[in-house]
């Protein structure tokens, strides 16, 4: 039995604790991400049947939609969630909730192991709606029995048979010879109770009646060994842990309790697969794929004296059958080792001597700063370990646009510009566009929005609303939200998709927001009300970006001798049933659909979560087409590098290519566009 801290509630991080026993996972809050971090880690998600949510707000709830989804794939019949009045609100805001889970709701948990209750807090008397109460969870462990050591009892000459399930149970027994064997003798070592606390003081309005609960005082002066408190984790933010109240309440507990702080003050390293990659992936061009911005993890408790921790993502706090910390997952900053290895293959080295010869060759190129597109998700459906789902943030002189908003956008922009720099980011997104309802495309979006708003806040400067181009679909979710949760009506300017794919006066509105560029939506075949969009400034550049689609005439007439084209490509060819029937596209489909458009450029995304780092293509003859990954930024005058690319990206993925084919009979008759592409650059 351990609890472990998937989300440490850093900046971009969810605030989550998962409880674990043999066959049971216990989820207490799961922010955004949560989901990633547990398929990253090969925590079980199907054993995830309880959510425990301290407070009614977004960052409490925003990865549940991954766990559902997760859980729904693989047959789990039912999820139980416990929480204030409103926490069931969650479902209305997830467009492809669907009912083959049951979700119920209870105030209580019992099993063989444990208990957990409530203890809830209500906010001061002026503050209203669903948001009025917080809970704090208490988790009573129960007294266990060690386990019957059988060669013990075969030591001690106790036959097979009911006296080794009295002494199992505690009992001690006579043999027939008259002999008396003590229980304790044959039983490993007794597991005592335990009680944890999960608490949550949400805000300023909730802060007197929690430090005044009653029934956390039983805990902090304990009348008997079963009200002892062996660990606290604060879900509190940063203000109102560090307030004189908080602490002198935190100083009423015996001076051998364990504290946990998740908030803002934490280090945000989370993932150690997503470093890693960029790592790797950085060794083949610096700039496209820039290093991610690394923080120091403190892996000592920072008050050694009254066992305060701010914990690192991933740590483990053990509760049997022995009490101790595990850094085991915790993520640790030691690429070198790694990368020297890749560094010293032959194939690898020579693509990198040609991709550096190319570079050189092309000194007499204009460089244009802007547009900057930056790859934040190419998943499609779901996350895996090294692609989150679909986000796209193309910068602009002046602004920036963020194409789709998947769930942990915001914390892959913290991931890639760093805490320092992520509130002018921010600021600087004036467009978000939302291709189509499904909930990969979208999930991010209040989280993005909310974040933005903080940005502006903090920096004293004049807020400046963002337009929101939304399916009708997302838009009546988006006033759900705002019913629900937080009222975000003001800070936004709505804009429905089918009303820009014609020019009228609602671009006249909409420029005020973008400025001097073209914006159009398209009409593509995916579900209902599914939109492309093409942007374009001038003379100088046209980039369109497919979203969700099946080859499609109308995106091809629109984006016609576009500079850059971003297509979906979810499956590969050999798959074009699946394809037909989810209604997306394959890459033989993109780079048709990219000859019909005379498109300079194509970058392919939004790939399988089966392929891992690596889609599988089969081969094709042309030399504009690059393959997307998470935090990849290109800009106009270095998309002719990305098919150079696929080679080194080949060498250094080859492991994940050969496992793919080996599992995967049906794709193993075919070579995928790397090999080609490979072989394209060694016959130039």
Known sequence: MCI?????????????????????????????????????????????RHAFITHN??????????????????????????????????????????????????????????????????SSPNFKGHANLSFSYV????????????????????????????????????????????????????????????VDCPSECFLDSFINEEKFHIYQSPVDSTCEITHVFHFAPYHIVTSKKYQAWIQKFHQNVHHFILNSSNSSMSSAAIFQTQELLHLIHPEVFRSLPQEKIEPFPLHASSKIMHPPPMLQIHLRPVQKLSWDNVFKHDSEDELQIFTELPDFNNELTKIKSVISSRTHLEIKKYPEVLFLGTSSATSNAIRNVSAILVHLHNNSILLDCGEGTFMQMVRYFGKSNISSVLQRISCIFITHKHTDHYLGLFNVIKSRIEAFENSGIPYQPVALILPTQIRNMFRRFCEIYEPLQSKVRLFLSKNLVFENEIHSKLSNFIGDIKLITVPVQHCN???????????????????????????????KNCTLLIHEASVEDNLINEAILKQHSTPSQVIDVADKMNAQYTIMTHFSKRYLGVPMFKECDHRNIGCAFDFMKVRLHELPLLPIFLPAIKCLFQEQIDTYLQKSSSTASFENIFLKTWRAVKSS
């Open 139 to 198: 988790c009573k462990i129960f007294k266990k029995l060690g386990d019957l050591n059988l060669e013990k009892c075969v030591e001690f000459g106790v036959p097979i048979g009911p006296q080794l399930l009295k002494l199992k149970n505690g009992e001690d027994v006579t043999l027939s010879s008259g002999r008396t064997i003590l229980a304790a003798d044959v039983l490993d070592a007794t597991c005592p109770a335990m009680t944890i606390l999960i």
């Open 4 to 48: 472990t801290v998937l989300g440490n509630g850093a900046v971009g991080q969810p605030r989550c604790v998962g409880l674990f026993t043999e066959f049971r996972g216990f989820l207490f809050n799961c922010g955004e991400g949560v989901g990633r971090l547990c398929k990253e880690y090969d925590i079980d998600i199907c054993q995830i």
């Open 529 to 559: 009300d599914a939109h492309g969009i093409v942007l374009k400034h001038g003379f100088d550049w046209k980039i369109v970006y497919s979203g969700d689609t099946v080859p499609c005439q109308k995106l091809i007439d629109a984006g």
């Open 57 to 122: 707000n977004w960052q409490n709830v925003g990865g549940l939609s991954d766990i559902f989804l997760q859980n729904d794939i693989f047959g789990v019949p039912k999820m139980t969630f416990y929480g204030p009045p409103g926490v069931e609100c969650f479902t209305n805001v997830i467009t492809s909730y669907r009912n083959n889970i049951i979700l119920s709701k209870k105030n209580s948990y019992m099993d063989e192991n444990m208990q957990i209750e409530s203890i809830s807090i209500e």
